[in-house]
């Protein structure tokens, strides 16, 4: 079952759940160890492996701890590795796909990016995966060519991602066109208008509107029936009473990218210190909505990994698609 069993370890109840054909949901944790500070970034993890729980699916933190890729963290070590993001951050990396095999070798520890715990979950064999904010293409990227690998992992590994949304420090026009480049399909899950991560309204469309878990699950099912061998994007708007308007975010953000700009700060770096930037400028109201957006993300997708897995067993002459 396992592929690589040295440098992928699946705790048990997962492994459990893959033989059993249980409903499993990955959950990233580089918004663990670069996205958000402690405590907020041990209890948003723990609240977010429960959600998919109470959702009736197993969840899977994927992270990577001394040189082993693991699948699946007890709350014991959700808070270990948070607590070391807040003591040590220079001992934890954050490992996109490019990163694995270099910190396998290195027996390194950190946390994976959405591109990164998608490439593990296609690898053993998990459907659903939740975060935060996907990565996408950065402003000026005409310039600078920084476009998240994010991008690129959506377009190849076959995962349905549930996500509020890019985060809104990027380009958005441009992140939906490298997605329908790609063949990514866009849902909203009820909205017609594509979330902006603490934002509800983006000014831009979704693909398709889907009113339940059910029709998310089928129409992934649907796309990945035709052959198709990347991702779904599902996004879900963050809560109306947890939402940052865009007008009043959009100052701190443009605010946090010339700050960057004088800093310096590009490549891997420039994604969290701009949403630290943001942090700060907020007072703690996006991180709040970060946490919000990112537990109701956990339930949603525990509840398409559920609808999923009972498509599956369903005789193939009683699906809908
Ligand atoms: N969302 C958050 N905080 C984060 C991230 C997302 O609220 O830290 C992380 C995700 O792991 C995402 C990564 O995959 O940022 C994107 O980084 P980059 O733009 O460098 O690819
Ligand atoms: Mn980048």
Not at 27 to 42: A, C, D, K, R, Y
Not at 55 to 67: E, K
Request: aromatic fraction near 4%.
């Amino acid at each position: 079952m396992n592929p690589l069993p040295e440098l992928i370890q699946l705790a048990v109840p997962v492994r459990e759940a893959l033989d059993a054909g249980r409903p499993i949901v990955a959950l990233e944790s580089t918004i663990i160890t670069h996205g958000m500070p402690w405590p907020v970034n041990f209890e948003t993890a723990r609240d977010a492996q429960r959600a998919v729980h109470d959702a009736g699916a197993v969840p899977a933190t994927i992270a990577m701890l001394d040189g082993v890729i693991r699948v699946g963290l007890s709350e014991d070590e959700l808070e270990t590795l948070a607590r070391a993001a807040a003591h040590h951050p220079e001992r934890l990396r954050k490992c996109s796909v490019r990163d694995l095999a270099p910190a396998l070798m290195q027996t390194a520890s950190g946390g994976t990016t959405v591109a990164a715990t998608m490439r593990v979950a296609a690898r053993v064999g998990i459907a659903w995966f939740a975060t935060g904010g996907i990565g996408g293409v950065h402003r000026g990227a005409q310039e600078n060519f920084d476009q998240s690998a994010d991008l690129l992992e959506l377009a190849r590994s076959p995962v349905g991602v549930v996500c509020a949304g890019p985060k809104a420090i990027l380009d958005l026009g441009l992140t939906l066109e490298v997605l329908e480049t790609q063949g990514v399909p866009v849902l909203g899950y009820g909205t017609d208008e594509l979330p902006a991560f603490w934002s509800r309204s983006s000014g831009f469309r979704v693909d398709a509107r889907l009113e339940s878990p059910a029709a998310i699950a089928a129409t992934a099912a649907a796309h990945w029936s035709l052959g198709a061998r990347g991702g779904v994007l599902v996004t879900q708007a963050v809560a109306a009473e947890q939402e940052l308007p865009a007008s009043e975010v959009e100052v701190y953000i443009q605010r946090a990218l010339r700050q960057a700009k004088a800093a310096g700060v590009a490549g891997k770096a420039l994604t969290p210190y701009l949403l630290e930037r943001v942090l700060e400028a907020t007072g703690g109201a996006c991180l709040a909505a970060n946490q919000a957006l990112m537990v109701a993300n956990a339930r949603l997708a525990g509840e398409v990994a559920v609808a999923y897995g009972a498509l599956q067993k369903m005789p193939a002459d009683q699906r809908q698609c």
